[in-house]
């Protein structure tokens, strides 16, 4: 084996305790990385890659290395690719180390535990996700080290992909932890990762109960877990025990910013499975990134970060609680209607930054003296805020937010702390000095006129010194090896003093120096080290003062945020004229004039309001046919927007809204709709069908568009039938659902589906022309009009003629148009469905009956409008009929 250099034998060890992670080894002003590290960085980096020394095996040594200032600039773009750095410091300072310089690595940087302002491009939070459990039994954990916030769950189910999928689709964690054992779970961790989740693997012991309930009440100094509500819950204690250790093993650090955590209970949000929220686009668009078509886009005006993260966990967790979401409204409706309050509140709040994030960075201990500026100017803002609200607001929300924010006492010293201490353009730099203030601290102002008094005195000992040797170009000069000098050229080399001593040469000059400049070169030097050493010392001494208030910042931060996304629906609401829905506890979701709130903005010609009526009786489920680009899935998705937004706590785009609560929204788009998935198969929609069928409580919404689609004709209308069949008939009530289907001659099933209803979405025919009218109307289309479309999209006459002609025969044979068409001369009877159904259509053995004619007519008759005397003549004519039917 090769001898190895100190350094490099450093390296090792440090490789040795990261393998998993590349090493950054700072050399002097460089990160280097050596070995297979380097391939990856050159590569990665698009850096060059070269040799020095050998390795361990005497092979070529390959080395990278990149600047230690343009660490931000790199460091973020291996992370986003999936890397975790470990980052190796000089633990001394190189001019009084002895020998070798100590190095170790101080933190490890992973996508889910960074804090550093370079990693993250938008103020969304970034969450560490942890899973634990097993056998039906299971915690999910999210950590923001960058915010402090930390949340856990348990639940039990005994096939928890989905579930946990769905949380992450919430969540959206960027890196997610789970044992070692749970690693050989191919089928979770590739879910995870179709959701671009970094998944890593940690030590089984991190997710122990026990060890982890320790550790979490160690760091939360409490001794008991039953405060944050996981006391009773092993696996959610777990999850968190796990996030937590991985935090601080990669941190290696106090992380006295995450000061709380929080249970939460899936049972009190809206259930959103991942393929709802991907599908109806609420913070993504559907083409992955960029999220210019989505809800979250349209419905975000805030002012803050913290806003824009609370208005994303709304939308993305809307509630089930009317009362809740009545509180919000309230507010809402507060800030709508008084546009004063509305426009100052405002306009202060446009001046917070992100104060949750900068609380992060000062505990932590990475803040530089720009944060705190940023820091004293966001809470600069809160007493105006505070103002501006007034002293009645109008609503409880409002009145908590505002006493919230007078409570806390102080503030004001917090502020005015930082303006004692701190410039106001500090340098980003916190080594070089220049932050304090003058006047902050005696000892440093003294040491501050020391060196300005030596800087002074050199000037004028320039001048002096070229009056006394008649040298006009005599320098004084400084630089860092040599320090202070007198520097003369070599040609006037002859007049020198006696006292000058030699102390460089140069190609064309000698410099000098004199006992006096070397004593004045000691007392600068020596106050310019004590200044940075000093300033450095202040700051450090100031921003723990600030971190001692950091629970209360987090607190002012999260009723920052209340106010800020209130704000923003209430502003959003207004310019985009939207009401307040009337939120109930029944099963009704009536709506007037219902748009899609996206689509209304991009659509030419204006967007066509459409009404919703439906209810878990009569109205369960809407059968919406129209031919292609009718308008069919703008509507429904309308609906469910409509819905989820109402239970967010926003305003809705219709003229009225009535939403009676909704569980859970599930929504599936049929194979060749769905683009955004690469393997639209077949199969895969059938497994998203299945986990609906299972799921669907009789307070769910279920929006199926085009079910059926992604496989031949027969299967597909088969498959779409026994689906309507089998939701229908769920738990007999319930399941309020929409579905979307070209297959026109689904429609007759409403004749044996009592609360299955068709309605179409209209259009008119002009010649061989079709004419969109996007209203929604009651009753089923008899016209596919596939060809109208093709002829539309410009398909050639001829194609589109023969097209016509194929269809004819089709139709002549076909067994779907023989059992939608009436050669029987009536209607056609439920009963003959019956071979065809999977599921029987109303539970019981029994044949279904046709309608009842008499029973049709009772069911028609409006008796608000009838005089008794009519009602008596009606009443014995339908018993005649029904005597005359033999029943
Ligand atoms: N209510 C409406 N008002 C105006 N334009 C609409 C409306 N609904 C849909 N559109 C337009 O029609 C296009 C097709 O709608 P889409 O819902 O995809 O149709 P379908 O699902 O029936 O094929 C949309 O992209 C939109 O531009
Ligand atoms: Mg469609």
Redo the contacts with the bound molecule.
């Keep these: 084996m090769i001898k190895l250099t100190p350094a490099m034998k450093q390296y090792y060890d440090a490789k040795k305790q990261h393998s998993d992670a590349l090493i950054f080894f700072r050399m002097g002003d460089f990160y280097e990385s050596f070995g297979e590290d380097a391939k990856i960085i050159a590569k990665e980096l698009e850096i060059t890659l070269t040799t020095r020394g050998k390795d361990i095996e005497g092979e070529k040594m390959p080395l990278a290395g990149i600047p230690y200032h343009a660490l931000d600039n790199y460091l973020p773009r291996l992370i986003k690719k999936g890397y975790k750095v470990a980052i190796c410091e000089q633990l001394e300072d190189p001019k009084k180390a002895k020998g070798i310089i100590k190095r170790g690595v101080v933190r490890v940087v992973t996508p889910g535990t960074a804090i550093d302002t370079s990693m993250f491009t938008d103020p969304s939070n970034n969450y560490l996700m942890s899973i634990s459990g097993g056998d039906g039994d299971y915690g999910v954990s999210f950590l923001d080290v960058s915010t402090g916030e930390f949340l856990t769950t348990q639940f039990a189910d005994k096939s928890p992909y989905d579930r946990i999928a769905s949380e992450a689709a919430r969540m959206r964690p960027s890196e997610c932890i789970i044992s070692r054992t749970m690693f050989s779970d191919e089928r979770l961790v590739e879910r995870l990762k179709e959701l671009n989740v970094l998944v890593q693997g940690f030590k089984d012991e991190a997710f122990d109960v026990d060890s982890s309930r320790k550790l979490l009440e160690r760091h939360f100094n409490v001794s008991t877990l039953e405060g944050m509500g996981c006391a009773g819950l092993p696996y959610a204690t777990s999850s968190a025990g796990a996030a937590l250790d991985y935090a601080l093993t990669t941190q290696m650090r106090e992380l006295g910013h995450v000061s709380e955590l929080s249970t939460y209970s899936d049972s009190e949000f809206m259930m959103l499975d991942s393929i709802t929220l991907r599908n109806l686009e609420i913070v993504k668009n559907v083409r992955g990134e960029g999220n210019d078509t989505s809800i979250l886009k349209v419905l975000d005006d805030t002012n803050t970060p913290m806003g824009g993260r609370l208005l994303q966990k709304w939308l993305l967790k809307p509630l089930i609680n009317v009362d809740s979401i009545d509180h919000r409204l309230d507010a809402l409706e507060c800030l709508a209607n008084d546009t004063m309050l509305r426009f100052d509140v405002r306009s202060h709040l446009s001046f917070v930054k992100d104060i949750e994030r900068l609380i992060g960075r000062v505990v932590y201990g990475n803040s530089n003296a720009r944060d705190l500026i940023a820091l004293k100017r966001s809470l600069g803002s809160v007493p105006q805020i505070v103002e501006s609200m007034g002293d009645d607001p109008g609503c409880e929300m409002l009145i908590n937010i505002r006493d919230g924010l007078l409570g806390f006492e102080q503030l004001e010293n917090i502020v005015k702390l930082i303006d004692d201490a701190i410039v106001d353009e500090p340098p980003v730099s916190v080594r070089e000095g220049g932050m304090i203030r003058s006047g902050y601290n005696e000892k440093l102002d003294e040491l501050k006129g020391m060196s300005t008094g030596g800087k002074t005195w050199i000037a004028s000992f320039q001048q002096k010194e070229r009056d006394r040797t008649g040298i006009k170009s005599l320098k004084v000069g400084y630089n860092r090896v040599f320090g202070y000098y007198i520097e003369i050229t070599k040609s006037n080399i002859a007049q020198i003093p006696d006292d000058y001593i030699r102390k460089q040469t140069m190609r064309n000059a000698e410099r000098f120096y004199t006992p006096e400049l070397k004593e004045w070169e000691d007392v600068i030097l020596s106050a310019d080290e004590k200044i940075t050493a000093l300033e450095n010392e202040l700051f450090t001494e100031i921003t723990s003062r600030i971190a001692s208030h950091a629970s209360d910042l987090q607190r002012i931060a999260v009723l920052i945020g209340q106010l800020d996304c209130t704000a923003s629906l209430a502003e959003v609401a207004v310019n985009n004229n939207f009401v307040r829905p009337n939120i109930t506890s029944d099963c009704k979701i009536l709506i007037r004039e219902g748009?899609?709130p996206v689509?209304?903005k991009?659509?030419?010609?204006?967007?066509?309001?459409?009404d919703t009526e439906m209810d878990c009786v009569d109205e369960q489920f809407l059968l919406i046919t129209?031919?292609?680009?009718?308008?069919?899935?703008?509507?429904?998705?309308?609906v469910s927007l409509i819905v989820i937004m109402a239970q967010a706590g926003s305003f809705v785009p219709a003229s009225h809204a009535s939403i009676g609560i909704v569980d859970r929204v599930f929504t599936r788009v049929g194979a060749f709709?769905d683009l955004a998935s690469g393997q639209s198969t077949f199969m895969v929609e059938m497994v998203e069908l299945a986990n609906i069928l299972n799921n669907a409580t009789p307070k769910s919404l279920v929006l199926l568009?085009?079910i059926g689609r992604g496989t031949s004709t027969y299967d597909g209308y088969s498959i779409a039938k026994a689906v309507v069949e089998y939701i229908h008939n769920k738990g007999r009530v319930g399941v309020r659902s929409l579905f979307?289907t070209h297959y026109h001659q689904l429609t007759n099933i409403s004749s044996s589906l009592k609360r299955v209803k068709n309605y179409h979405?209209a259009v008119k025919e002009d010649g061989d022309d079709l004419v969109?009218l996007?209203?929604i109307v009651p009753g089923a289309t008899d016209k596919s009009y596939g060809i109208h479309v093709a002829r539309l999209a410009g398909v050639p006459h001829k194609v589109t003629q023969r097209a016509k002609e194929v269809l004819q025969d089709i139709e002549d044979e076909s067994v779907i148009s023989k059992e939608s068409d009436s050669k029987r001369g009536r209607k056609k009877k439920s009963a003959q469905y019956t071979q065809l159904m999977l599921f029987d259509p109303e539970g019981s053995s029994a044949p279904v009956a046709e309608p009842d004619p008499v029973v049709e007519e009772l069911k028609e008759l409006d008796v608000n409008s009838m005089t008794p005397i009519e009602a008596l003549n009606k009443l014995s004519e339908l018993q005649k009929k029904a005597g005359k039917g033999g029943k």
Excluded: C, L, W
């Excluded at 129209?626 to 309308?638: E, V």
């Design positions: 748009r899609h689509v209304e991009t659509v030419r010609g204006g967007f066509v309001p459409n129209g031919p292609n680009m009718a308008g069919k899935s703008t509507y429904m998705r309308q709709d568009d085009e979307a979405i969109f996007r209203k």
